[in-house]
């Protein structure tokens, strides 16, 4: 799912550093002092999940947990997954400094995209409904993040296209995977602490 420097155009990498800062910028907006140790809590998980990895192309398939990280976070995790993928790419060279930007936004947008959906719904929810909405947030976000790492690669030359179309393709297990595990995830916090999971607006008085 990470994408490394030099992969991408000059115009997708300026693009994704610019929207990536709009995200980070109103995220940060949308954390009070209470809620900072789940946006470390959540960072650390994707730090950790995201490690274990396999090359595909510039790319690679792995875990990521951004359906999880959206349903707790809303707009915070956009810096809760910057600062995972910084800490990746400095210590550990993997995906790159250049295209941050494009890794974030690929990674946090869907991850919010799907806290907007679920999160209302996830609220009412009761029983299977429960686990229900999980599988989706966590297999939605997967699914959505690997089209928008393969759209990134293609808009960067037609020589990427096969690549963009592998990199959705490998990631259709992990789909399946993050799904059962974001549903296990969910309904475990909504039965001992449903607090934990992020109101829709902001994470102010919700830690």
């Known amino acids: 799912m990470h994408i490394v420097d030099g992969a991408l155009s000059s115009e997708v990498v300026v693009a994704g550093a610019v929207f990536a800062v709009a995200g980070i910028g109103y995220g940060l907006r949308k954390i009070d002092i209470d809620a900072m140790p789940r946006?470390?809590?959540?960072?650390?998980?994707f730090f950790v999940a995201s490690l274990i990895h396999v090359p595909v192309g510039p790319s690679s398939a792995h875990l990521?947990?951004?359906g999880l990280a959206g349903l707790m976070l809303g707009w915070a995790v956009f810096p809760a997954i910057f600062i995972g993928l910084l800490l990746q790419a400095v210590f550990f060279g993997f995906?790159?400094?250049t295209v941050l930007g494009v890794n974030t936004i690929n990674i946090a947008l869907p991850a919010v995209l799907m806290w907007w959906l679920v999160s209302p719904f996830?609220?009412?929810?009761e029983g299977k409904s429960i686990l229900l909405a999980g599988f989706?947030?966590?297999s939605g976000a997967i699914a959505l993040s690997s089209i928008m790492v393969g759209l990134s690669l293609?808009?960067?030359g037609q020589e990427f296209v096969p690549t963009a179309k592998l990199v959705v393709m490998s990631h259709i297990p992990v789909m399946v995977v993050e799904g059962i595990l974001t549903a296990a995830a969910v309904h475990l916090v909504k039965k001992v602490r449903p607090v934990m999971l992020a109101p829709v607006g902001s994470l102010r008085n919700a830690a």
């Open 136 to 138: 989706v947030a966590g």
């Open 122 to 125: 996830l609220t009412r929810a």
């Open 64 to 66: 990521i947990v951004n």
């Open 95 to 97: 995906g790159g400094i």
């Open 39 to 45: 946006v470390a809590m959540m960072s650390a998980v």
């Open 154 to 156: 293609a808009a960067s």
